[in-house]
């Protein structure tokens, strides 16, 4: 029986072997992106294409630097890039517009003994992202949304600045401030009751940036990237389709 249960053993070590050396010469994406971008809107639908798509492994680089993308053999380095094109050298898929609003923590909302307006935020610490950007572009933050809403001369610019989105939108969940977003960085967290917009739809600024995805500007997209590449592009669009209403 012991001879039975050691050969048993030995027979299923020897097929993990065999399914971590197919795995480990299976289909590789590297793909590079924004680093809150990244941690707040990617890593929480990925479970879904492993679930229900799969074939490929993929390897997240959170960096705001820019990887010119390549094929790889049955793989691919591709790029999610928030910015404004075009992106030269590459082909892009649009993904997500770009409009900002204000996010709270819903504590820090219930302080108002009235509706909040935007010359409130006089009284508030606002948390603004200092984006470096590899284009070499000033993103709009505070300073255009102030102006937008009318109340530049009654407002304080800005008195922290963070290099992340995450960061700031923590901040703001933790109730130190008042942070401007995008959907894709802060609609996980209003879904859930942690950030509230104190202006609800009103009071947005449209933005010029985009995120996109980018791949080479020509060869043949393997089978295996093609696939998270659909179910990518079919993602952002139920979500835009969502946040839009």
Known sequence: MA??????????AAGVRAVRERARHGPMLT??????????????????????????EIS????????????QGDGARLAIRYGRGPW??????????????????????????????????????????????PQGIVFPGWREWLEAAGVAD???????????????????IAGRGVMLANAPVAMDRLNSGVLVRPFGERHVLASPMTYELLTPPSGDMPPAVARFVDWLLAEADAFARQTAG
């Open 3 to 12: 001879r039975e249960i050691d050969g048993g053993l030995e027979r299923i």
């Open 154 to 172: 009654r407002v304080a610019p800005p008195q922290r600045r963070y290099s992340l989105s995450g960061l700031a939108l923590d901040q703001a």
């Open 60 to 71: 997240l680089e959170a960096t705001q630097s820019f990887t010119l993308p390549v094929w």
């Open 31 to 56: 793909l590079s992106a924004p680093p809150s971008f990244t941690q707040l809107w990617l890593l929480p639908r990925l479970m879904d294409f492993e679930a229900r798509v799969g074939g490929i």
């Open 88 to 133: 030269p050298d590459v082909a892009s898929y649009p993904l997500f517009g770009d409009v900002l609003f204000p996010v709270c923590a819903p504590a820090l909302l219930a302080q108002q003994a009235r509706p909040m307006r935007p010359a409130d935020l006089a009284h508030h610490t606002l948390l603004e992202v200092g984006w470096n950007s």
